[in-house]
């Protein structure tokens, strides 16, 4: 928290003066004797373990090679970890923790390997209970038509985005089922470490690209994932 000294009684003149001179401190409800420089703070970062920093290295092996994470911009709650099972499922299970912005991949003896995760934004989410139809390395993101609708820009991924570092859906993707019927919601990757435990998408659950391809090594087709 930024202190501020308080400022000596003003005549109303000097006031209408100084709000003139300083108007985006005057807006903010702030004024000072001395004009100062509006003091903009960056964002939180975090000292990182060389062994998180080694899961979140660059994959130059990748058929389009993979930066590392920034992951000092991530809360460490939010760092892939080995953790006991607290989801009550029985191994081989993907578990969606909303509340708490937790992706679980339930594994023998009651342990799991928890993930931090961005989730869908407002009017975007989806919960329930499915199965992960089928997976892709690099794949081929197509926005729903409705979604092209909301947003002209997307026009031009109509029939599909190339894969790339930039595609919407990362450097993998699980998809979502419910029966026979494509939810159109995925569990896919994400380069930006801003967005990891915040809703900011359209309703998918987004990983870190190496939280991802982890994620996408461990589970089957055919793998239940309750998103609750």
Not at 41 to 65: H, I, K
Not at 89 to 96: D, E, I, K, N, R
Not at 121 to 144: C, D, L, M, Q
């Amino acid at each position: 928290m930024i202190s501020l000294t308080q400022a000596p009684s003003m005549t109303r003149r000097q006031l209408l003066v100084g709000a003139a001179s300083l108007s985006a401190l005057a807006l903010a409800g702030c004024a000072t004797t001395t004009p100062q420089a509006p003091v903009v703070q960056g964002p939180t970062r975090y000292n990182v373990p060389p062994d998180v920093l080694s899961m979140y290295a660059a994959r130059p092996e990748e058929d389009f090679p993979v930066p590392a994470a920034d992951v000092s911009m991530v809360e460490p709650t939010y760092w892939r970890q080995e953790v006991d099972n607290p989801t009550g499922q029985p191994a081989g299970s993907v578990v969606v923790d909303t509340s708490n912005f937790f992706l679980y991949w339930t594994m023998p003896d009651n342990r799991a390997m928890r993930y931090g995760v961005g989730l869908g934004r407002a009017g975007f989410e989806w919960s329930g209970t499915g199965h992960i139809a089928y997976k892709r390395k690099w794949p081929v993101w197509t926005p729903p038509g409705e979604m092209v609708d909301r947003q002209p820009e997307l026009e031009m991924y109509r029939h599909g985005q190339p894969p790339g570092l930039l595609n919407a859906l990362g450097a993998r993707a699980l998809y979502i089922h419910q029966g026979n019927r494509d939810t159109i919601y995925r569990v896919h990757g994400t380069m930006d470490p801003s967005t990891i435990g915040k809703a900011v998408s359209s309703g998918c659950v987004r990983l870190l690209f190496q939280d991802v391809m982890d994620l996408y090594d461990r589970v089957r087709s055919g793998s239940p994932i309750i998103v609750a």
